[in-house]
């Protein structure tokens, strides 16, 4: 575990993120984002698709989803650092802590005000303040896409938001 | 007589996705293309739509509505169905490359429409021969 500071990653495409090269921009990189900032390398990770010899990271939303000891509605969320879940609501089961894998849905970090998650459409990261983001994927995923909270799994990186080094 | 020729109709196509003609004398491969097509891969999927899913791996919660257990059929069908007519691109690549015996494939399901981007998907190794997928070749692929 070690302290990651999310600046550092402002304005980079996956393949200056991940070491083993999963970085086909027809790939959703969410995910793949947020646990190559988390250091979080369960279930199904980019090593495991594409070999290589970087560090892994897990790269599906319902299985960081399901990693995360708390979860629960965007309103409810606890203070600090959390992960910020946005899918359609009717795809999120929180009593079972599970969430379908649809192809739409996405996860960014929520840290300090912003919620910095990987634009797809743009390859890079980028952090943008949480109306944006749940009324872009409003547009993206239909009106009953929704915002849930997850607090971050066992053995995450500590977020820090500061001057990029 | 109508009856008659939808009978055979039917066990004709039902020979086809079987694979080689049983008791021909001269059975054909399931996969007759060289190299082979896209269209192979498809017909490889379709043909092995009732393969479970291999579990404790890639494949694991993959289905699109949680079904215990999925086959390739659930999968797949899953993300086609996410295909409704919408603007933006989407689109399926497959391929299969590798001897008649033993191809590696690829088909994923793909859609790129601004913020909505996703590719998903399955490779499996096949006997294109007798159009058997082996099961514990299969990988879910996708990220998101």
């Known amino acids: ?165 | 007589m109508v009856q008659g020729m939808r009978a055979i109709a039917v066990s004709m196509l039902v020979a086809t996705l079987a694979g080689p003609a049983a008791g021909s004398g001269q059975a054909q491969p399931f996969v007759q293309s060289t190299p082979p097509t896209a269209k192979d891969a498809l017909r490889l999927v379709m043909r092995n739509a009732g393969v479970t899913l291999p579990r404790g791996g890639s494949c694991d919660g993959v289905d699109t509505t949680e079904i215990e257990n999925p086959t390739i059929g659930d999968y797949l069908g899953g993300f086609l169905a996410e295909l409704a007519p919408a603007p933006g691109v989407s689109g399926i690549a497959a391929s299969c490359t590798g001897e008649p015996a033993d191809l590696a494939c690829e088909v994923t399901i793909q859609r790129d429409a601004g913020d909505e981007v996703w590719a998903w998907g399955l490779r499996f190794r096949a006997d294109g021969i007798t159009g058997d997928i082996r099961p514990d070749s299969l990988e879910c692929t996708g990220a998101g």
């Not at chain 1, 988390?38 to 010899?53: E, I, P, R, V, W």
């Not at chain 1, 996860?107 to 109306?131: A, M, P, Q, R």
């Open chain 1, 1 to 165: 575990m070690a302290a990651v500071n999310l600046t550092g990653f402002d304005g980079l495409d996956i393949k200056n993120i991940c070491g083993n090269g999963y970085d086909s921009p027809t790939e959703n990189h969410c995910a793949h984002f947020v646990c190559h900032a988390l250091d979080l390398d369960f279930g199904y990770t980019c090593k495991k698709a594409k070999g290589g010899s970087g560090s892994a990271a897990n790269l599906r939303v319902h299985e960081l989803f399901a990693k995360c000891p708390k979860v629960g509605k965007w309103a409810d969320k606890p203070p600090g650092v959390v992960l910020a879940f946005v899918t359609a609501a009717g795809n999120v089961q929180l009593a079972a802590h599970t969430m379908s894998n649809v192809p739409n849905k996405h996860v960014g970090i929520f840290c300090d005000l912003f919620i910095w998650n990987y634009h797809n459409s743009l390859d890079k990261v980028s952090k943008e303040t949480v109306s944006n983001f749940e009324s872009r994927f409003k547009i993206a995923y239909g009106k009953s896409a929704a915002l849930f909270f997850g607090t971050l799994p066992p053995g995450s990186n500590t977020v820090t938001v500061g001057p990029a080094v």
